[in-house]
Structures are given as structure tokens and as C-alpha cells.
């Protein structure tokens, strides 16, 4: 059988589910708020992005104030969380030019577009790749993609599910795809989230806990470590 085949992801994603009880991970619903908290979270740890992002909300209470704003003083606010002045432009950028196109702040018209639409808008703006855009998709779009962050990544290639194309073996925009079309749809938000559990509890990059593991019986690289 090969390994992402769907009884066979089936079986993981129910395991998954049953230890980590989908957590959500304190994404937002709405989709423009869900992509200042990603594009907050980016390099940086949970403590420091959960606070830059409570501190940046509170600065700029109305997502059109983000649009007026000037990206030093808004850098000022995130400079607790690391590439504050990258993370600053960035989003003025966006605010701007979702006004432009919206007429004010918001991403709410995406709900109405097909899947590659939204995807392909999202990825379009200033400092969104597929990954940023499918997490936006699917925590507050509710479509079904499957978003590859670091630790889904790793997850998957040390279940087999994955082989990486680069010579570095960090996850391509390619392999990313590849992977999606492996997973059945309603499958992909839980073992995204709870692949997002699993890598910050027991399966980490260099020492994982495979004996606590939830899905051990279904990995082949049992106790081997890996840094990406």
C-alpha cells in the first residue's frame, strides 16, 4: 500500500484527531485579521507573536487604519517581534492596496471567488506565499487546502508521504501542491493542525519522541532525527 494512500491517511488523521482534538492554534475567523497574525508569527516564537499581534491590534483598531498608517510607526509597534520594519511595509502595503481594490481593509470578497481564485489573489500580495495563503484559506475561508509549514512538512516526509524535490530538502511551492493532492479534502484541516501539535509536542527536528507518538505504528523512521 503505498503510504498516502487514503485509508492509510485516514487512519493517521483519525489518530491525530483523537490526541490533539483539532486545536485551532489561535487562528482568527476573519480572513484579513488571520493574515496580520501569520504575517506577525513569521521567524519569530508563539509568545512574541501572540503580543506584537495583540499590541498591533490595539494601535490600528480599525483594519483601515493600518492603510493610513506610517510603516515606521507601525514598525515601532511590532518591534518586539523580530523584522519589524519588513513586517511594517509589508502590511502597509496590503492595507493599501486591498482599499484600492475593495474600496476599504478587507478580504471578505474572497468568499465569494472559487478556491484557485482565492488562492491566486492571496498570493499575489506583498510577502503571501502559498503557504500564507492557504492558511488564510483555510482557517478563515473554510476551503479545503492543506497549508505545509514546518512541521506538517517534516511530519509527512518522515511518514513517507513526501519526497522533497530541492537539494536542501525544504518544502517547494511544488512539493506543497503535491502533497495536497495526496490528502483527501476533509481530511486536510485536521491533520494540518494536529500535524501542527504533533511537531511542537513529540516530533521534533532533531530528538522526537517517537515512543509517545500517536501515529508511531504508522512511521517507518522511527527515533530518526531530522533537522528540516
Partial sequence: MARH???LVAEVARALSRRYHDHAHNNRRNPFEELLFILCSLQTNEELYSNTFALLRRAYPR???LAE???NDMASVLRG???HKQKARIISRIARLLRTEYGRVTLAPLRAVSTSECEAFLASLPGVGKKTARCVMMYSLGRPVFPVDTHCWRVCRRLGWVKPTRPDRSCSPADMDRLQSRLPN???HGLHVNMVSLGRDVCS???PSCSVCAIEEYCPRIGVS???
Fill in 63 to 65: 483594519f483601515d487604519d
Fill in 226 to 228: 531530522d533537522a528540516r
Fill in 69 to 71: 498608517a506610517a510603516p
Fill in 81 to 83: 517581534g523580530g523584522l
Fill in 186 to 188: 476533509e481530511y486536510r
Fill in 5 to 7: 494512500a487514503p485509508k
Fill in 205 to 207: 527536528a532533531r530528538q
